[in-house]
């Protein structure tokens, strides 16, 4: 009986998380210029737009860019530090760790906030890669935490075995470690980049409309009407992630990242 109503219970999560998404790319379907459901007619016409239309392909490529390069940066800085608090114990190592998580535990609002004074002060507001630093600066903890649990599950019997043998430590860190953490770099880079692909507040508060992403984009095109357009890109962003979030768990080791390991291998 439980079971069963575990089952139930699941069903109905499951029911309520993906009524939204059902919705939404509905409506992506119609075949006539409205934001209605069920769909009047079935139409692909929209998602064309979205590559097709100046502006929206424009956003789109903007998107794109930005998430790649601050995703990147992310984890550039992410790497180094968690190298550093994994190779060396020292007891203020991680006030450091505590400023790379900072930035995304406190408020958006705050921290895109914090971001336009800076950047309208140093008289570079509105520039494009300010957008590309700020978005780094917010997500490296996603990158920091990914890294960092991949150095934890080093062997470091490993590294001792090399320096044995007599490897300086980047030829430790180049050859032994780098290897084995690749998957959480790579998982670090995955989260950034849909993060910053979906991120509003911190690109409009530090550009403006000046740089046009695509949550931009739609909050812009909601002046002129609704259009499936705009569903079609939502259906984006969610196709997205879930392919970028597949290849994660297909190639990742997805299990091992959510921490979910055994004693004997930590």
């Given at each position: 009986?439980?079971?069963?109503?575990?089952?139930?219970?699941?069903?109905?999560?499951?029911?309520?998380?993906?009524?939204?998404?059902?919705?939404?790319?509905?409506?992506?379907?119609?075949?006539?210029?409205?934001?209605?459901?069920?769909?009047?007619?079935?139409?692909?016409?929209?998602?064309?737009?979205?590559?097709?239309?100046?502006?929206?392909?424009?956003?789109?490529?903007?998107?794109?860019?930005?998430?790649?390069?601050?995703?990147?940066?992310?984890?550039?800085i992410a790497f180094p530090l968690a190298?550093?608090?994994?190779?060396?114990?020292?007891p203020w190592a991680r006030l450091f760790?505590?400023?790379?998580?900072?930035?995304?535990?406190?408020?958006?609002?705050?921290?895109?906030?914090?971001?336009?004074?800076?950047?309208?002060?140093?008289?570079?507001?509105?520039?494009?890669?300010?957008?590309?630093?700020?978005?780094?600066?917010?997500?490296?903890?996603?990158?920091?935490?990914?890294?960092?649990?991949?150095?934890?599950?080093?062997?470091?019997?490993?590294?001792?075995?090399?320096?044995?043998?007599?490897?300086?430590?980047?030829?430790?860190?180049?050859?032994?470690?780098?290897?084995?953490?690749?998957?959480?770099?790579?998982?670090?880079?995955?989260?950034?980049?849909?993060?910053?692909?979906?991120?509003?507040?911190?690109?409009?508060?530090?550009?403006?409309?000046?740089?046009?992403?695509?949550?931009?984009?739609?909050?812009?095109?909601?002046?002129?009407?609704?259009?499936?357009?705009?569903?079609?890109?939502?259906?984006?962003?969610?196709?997205?992630?879930?392919?970028?979030?597949?290849?994660?768990?297909?190639?990742?080791?997805?299990?091992r990242l959510l921490g979910a390991w055994?004693?004997?291998?930590?």
């Amino acid at each position: 009986m439980s079971r069963l109503f575990t089952r139930l219970f699941m069903a109905l999560v499951a029911l309520v998380l993906a009524a939204p998404i059902v919705v939404v790319a509905g409506v992506s379907f119609n075949a006539q210029r409205t934001l209605t459901f069920p769909p009047v007619g079935f139409s692909l016409a929209w998602f064309g737009e979205v590559f097709t239309d100046a502006g929206w392909r424009g956003a789109l490529l903007t998107s794109l860019a930005i998430a790649a390069g601050s995703a990147a940066l992310a984890v550039a800085i992410a790497f180094p530090l968690a190298w550093f608090l994994w190779r060396w114990h020292a007891p203020w190592a991680r006030l450091f760790q505590a400023l790379g998580t900072a930035p995304f535990i406190l408020p958006p609002v705050i921290t895109a906030l914090g971001f336009l004074s800076f950047w309208a002060t140093a008289g570079f507001y509105g520039a494009p890669w300010t957008v590309v630093i700020s978005h780094a600066i917010f997500l490296v903890t996603l990158p920091l935490v990914t890294i960092t649990l991949g150095f934890s599950s080093v062997d470091r019997s490993l590294t001792e075995a090399a320096a044995t043998m007599g490897a300086d430590d980047r030829t430790v860190l180049r050859t032994v470690v780098l290897p084995l953490v690749t998957p959480y770099l790579v998982s670090g880079y995955a989260f950034a980049f849909v993060l910053s692909l979906n991120e509003y507040i911190i690109a409009y508060m530090v550009a403006g409309f000046t740089v046009e992403t695509l949550p931009i984009k739609i909050f812009n095109a909601l002046r002129y009407g609704y259009t499936p357009t705009m569903a079609a890109v939502t259906v984006f962003f969610v196709a997205a992630a879930a392919l970028i979030f597949s290849f994660v768990a297909r190639f990742g080791d997805l299990p091992r990242l959510l921490g979910a390991w055994s004693s004997n291998e930590s």
